[in-house]
């Protein structure tokens, strides 16, 4: 009985000698990419996480400085967060805060080059789109309109065509082209919500209404020919 029981055992060792000969490589390079797969994904989501607590640790810096009025110190935080974490929506962010403050203080040129790394690396459209509109109003007020037209030309996430539309009829009305700013500030009136953007939509109605043309007319022109 126990010589049965073992030539049994012997024949069932043989036989997952035979499958392991065969198959056990192949077993043992699936596992490691298996395993490999979920510690490499547990490590990006660690590394992710480390990134965004450096890089808000940044953004504060750059948010204190210029709080503090501290010119020198809101540019070495933008370049450390750029250098360091671009990457990061509190890269992004810290962009635009410092850009304010560089602007507030005549540093234009700080502030559009800030700005325009934002509109260029920010981590999403929503971003990057305010960096223009906040770009293209820094190049405005120097007067250069066709830097400002040429940044407002840029492609737009839906929710901020119709600011991109007021905001280049802002610069094509210092142009001295009537028409064309008229143009284009019916189309940001036909394109704002008068349940989400009321006070703003009156703002480009009172722009239309300077230029001695309805609003609604003008909304709905923008609308057919748009």
Do not use: C
């Not at 890089?55 to 020198?72: F, I």
């Not at 250098?83 to 234009?108: C, F």
């Not at 210092?174 to 700013?181: M, P």
């Amino acid at each position: 009985m126990a010589t049965h029981l073992d030539l049994e055992e012997q024949e069932q060792l043989d036989a997952l000698k035979h499958f392991w000969n065969r198959w056990g490589n192949l077993i043992t390079w699936v596992l490691i990419a298996v395993l490999g797969a979920y510690a490499a994904w547990n490590g990006w989501q660690y590394w992710e996480r480390r990134q965004a607590g450096l890089a808000a640790a940044l953004y504060d810096e750059v948010d204190r400085a210029a709080q503090a009025g501290d010119a020198a110190r809101v540019e070495r935080a933008l370049a450390d967060i750029k250098d360091k974490y671009g990457s990061t929506t509190y890269a992004a962010h810290a962009g635009l805060r410092g850009a304010k403050y560089l602007d507030e203080q005549g540093k234009l040129a700080e502030a559009k080059a800030a700005l325009a790394w934002v509109a260029d690396k920010a981590p999403n459209d929503g971003l990057r789109a305010v960096a223009r509109l906040r770009l293209a109003s820094v190049q405005l007020g120097e007067k250069a309109y066709d830097e400002a037209l040429k940044t407002l030309n840029a492609s737009f996430p839906p929710q901020f065509v119709a600011l991109a539309a007021d905001r280049r009829g802002d610069v094509l009305l210092q142009q001295g082209k009537r028409e064309l700013a008229a143009a284009e500030f019916g189309k940001a009136y036909q394109g704002m919500s008068a349940d989400t953007a009321g006070d703003y939509r009156r703002l480009v109605g009172i722009k239309l209404n300077a230029l001695g043309i309805d609003p609604d007319a003008a909304g709905a022109k923008a609308g057919a020919t748009s």
